[in-house]
């Protein structure tokens, strides 16, 4: 493929998940299996059906980090990830130097924190319109400003509420603004914090597991929720040329559609994330025959597995019953707004290291899902492009193309 001046390209990642507060102690529970699942300590679950999650317990804020701007844990989680992010990219000095840098940050519930501690500062009272139209009308844009002040920047700010596929959305619209020179540098977030709201919702539509998460796995339960964030510094190839910073990636594509079928279930017949991945691997001018391996977005309930198995076979025809497909969720659980972007960042890691991490619980195939899930084993393969998939409620969908620095 030839090197385009404004092809976009990763050079700094950073994140703080439920199985590790940087990428290497990350990867290494990738490979190894270590689950992020425990039981939920940050709000009373003793009236609720379910207990665990996927937390990221212990985590506090460096003093050095703090927002300007009052804020809470989903802007912290964000501001520690985009820490790491810009240091991976030896940006500290060029963002002063930038101002106009850009900042994406996807996110499904936002800066929840002051709502829930407002509401159950009066538990007596019932919910009502009130508190429909306080939680409708929260500002989404708390953490994009939170990053932009933390290096004074004054480029575009944008948020990309587009629930579960918030994350990958986020790198597609900050990869955009680089390749058409809108921006030298952007900042792509995704980022979400355990909140009851959240997990009383998922556990009431029933899609939650009480103890594990086995996407595509026979008789597979339902799905864990998790918290975190994930960043990556994007910009052209020509600009990491000149400061003499190597590529992690390249954001080659991405592919958005929305089904507009169902608030809540996905399309049956995978129509909107057949047409995603198709659109993101036009974009990236690739046939399908080209990608190596695909990150699911996998949650481990049945009808997002068996759409997104339905949309792989779909697209890659024959192939697709064989080409390495795996989803993290097994050990972070559904990150939702973090989602995209901690698993685009496995994905880039998968290219780094040349090996698919696997999809750790499996215990048996699922005809729905006749896929090769890489079973709960890494697998050493060659890697040059690979897929990273995202969908969410509302019927959004999203996919990433994403290419090793030598493609």
């Given at each position: 493929?030839?090197?385009?001046?404004?092809?976009?390209?990763?050079?700094?990642?950073?994140?703080?998940?439920?199985?590790?507060?940087?990428?290497?102690?990350?990867?290494?529970?990738l490979?190894?299996?270590?689950?992020?699942?425990?039981?939920?300590?940050?709000?009373d679950?003793?009236?609720l059906?379910?207990?665990?999650g996927?937390?990221?317990?212990?985590?506090?804020l460096?003093?050095p980090?703090?927002?300007?701007?009052?804020?809470?844990?989903?802007?912290?989680?964000?501001?520690?990830?985009?820490?790491?992010?810009?240091?991976?990219?030896?940006?500290d000095?060029d963002?002063?130097?930038?101002?106009?840098?850009?900042?994406?940050?996807?996110?499904?519930?936002?800066?929840?924190?002051?709502?829930?501690?407002?509401?159950?500062?009066?538990?007596?009272?019932?919910?009502?319109?009130?508190d429909?139209?306080?939680?409708?009308?929260?500002p989404?844009?708390?953490?994009?400003?939170?990053?932009?002040a933390?290096?004074?920047?004054?480029?575009?700010?944008?948020?990309?509420?587009?629930?579960?596929?918030?994350?990958?959305?986020?790198?597609?619209?900050?990869?955009?603004?680089?390749?058409?020179?809108?921006?030298?540098?952007?900042?792509?977030?995704?980022?979400?914090a355990?909140?009851?709201?959240?997990?009383?919702?998922?556990?009431?539509?029933?899609?939650?597991?009480?103890?594990?998460?086995?996407?595509?796995?026979?008789?597979?339960?339902?799905?864990?929720?998790?918290?975190?964030?994930?960043?990556?510094?994007?910009?052209?190839?020509?600009?990491?040329?000149?400061r003499?910073?190597?590529?992690?990636?390249?954001?080659?594509?991405?592919?958005?559609?929305?089904?507009?079928?169902?608030?809540?279930g996905?399309?049956?017949?995978?129509?909107?994330?057949v047409?995603?991945?198709?659109?993101?691997?036009?974009?990236?001018?690739?046939?399908?025959?080209?990608?190596?391996?695909?990150?699911?977005?996998?949650?481990?309930?049945?009808?997002?597995?068996?759409?997104?198995?339905?949309?792989?076979?779909?697209?890659?025809?024959?192939?697709?019953?064989?080409?390495?497909?795996?989803?993290?969720?097994?050990?972070?659980?559904?990150?939702?707004?973090?989602?995209?972007?901690?698993?685009?960042?496995a994905?880039?890691?998968a290219?780094?290291?040349?090996?698919?991490?696997?999809?750790?619980?499996?215990?048996?195939?699922?005809?729905d899902?006749?896929?090769?899930?890489?079973?709960?084993?890494?697998?050493?393969?060659?890697?040059?492009?690979?897929?990273?998939?995202?969908?969410?409620?509302?019927?959004?969908?999203?996919?990433?193309?994403?290419?090793?620095?030598?493609?």
């Amino acid at each position: 493929m030839d090197i385009s001046p404004q092809r976009a390209c990763v050079t700094g990642i950073g994140l703080i998940t439920p199985i590790g507060s940087d990428t290497g102690s990350f990867w290494s529970s990738l490979l190894s299996g270590r689950s992020g699942a425990a039981p939920v300590r940050s709000f009373d679950t003793s009236g609720l059906s379910h207990k665990i999650g996927c937390p990221v317990d212990g985590f506090v804020l460096p003093d050095p980090l703090k927002p300007r701007i009052p804020s809470g844990r989903c802007t912290e989680l964000a501001l520690y990830a985009v820490s790491q992010a810009v240091a991976d990219a030896q940006l500290d000095a060029d963002l002063r130097e930038s101002p106009q840098a850009a900042v994406v940050v996807g996110t499904t519930m936002g800066e929840v924190t002051q709502f829930e501690q407002d509401r159950a500062a009066h538990p007596e009272r019932e919910a009502d319109d009130g508190d429909v139209s306080s939680l409708a009308h929260r500002p989404l844009d708390l953490m994009g400003r939170a990053i932009a002040a933390m290096y004074d920047l004054s480029g575009d700010v944008v948020a990309v509420p587009a629930a579960c596929a918030a994350g990958a959305y986020a790198i597609g619209v900050a990869a955009s603004l680089v390749s058409r020179g809108r921006a030298r540098f952007a900042i792509a977030v995704g980022c979400e914090a355990f909140s009851r709201l959240a997990f009383v919702g998922f556990a009431r539509m029933h899609a939650m597991s009480a103890d594990a998460c086995r996407p595509f796995s026979l008789n597979r339960p339902g799905l864990l929720l998790g918290e975190g964030a994930g960043a990556l510094v994007i910009e052209s190839v020509v600009s990491a040329r000149a400061r003499g910073v190597p590529p992690i990636g390249m954001v080659d594509g991405f592919g958005l559609s929305c089904d507009a079928h169902h608030v809540t279930g996905p399309h049956p017949h995978a129509a909107g994330a057949v047409s995603a991945l198709r659109d993101a691997l036009e974009r990236a001018r690739l046939d399908p025959s080209r990608i190596d391996y695909v990150n699911a977005h996998g949650t481990g309930t049945n009808l997002n597995d068996r759409m997104e198995s339905l949309a792989i076979r779909t697209v890659f025809g024959d192939r697709g019953a064989h080409i390495p497909v795996s989803s993290i969720k097994a050990l972070t659980g559904h990150m939702m707004g973090a989602a995209g972007a901690v698993e685009a960042i496995a994905s880039l890691l998968a290219l780094r290291h040349q090996v698919a991490p696997p999809t750790w619980n499996w215990v048996g195939s699922d005809p729905d899902c006749a896929i090769d899930c890489v079973p709960n084993e890494p697998r050493q393969t060659k890697l040059r492009h690979v897929v990273s998939n995202s969908y969410a409620f509302g019927g959004n969908n999203a996919s990433l193309v994403l290419s090793s620095p030598d493609s």
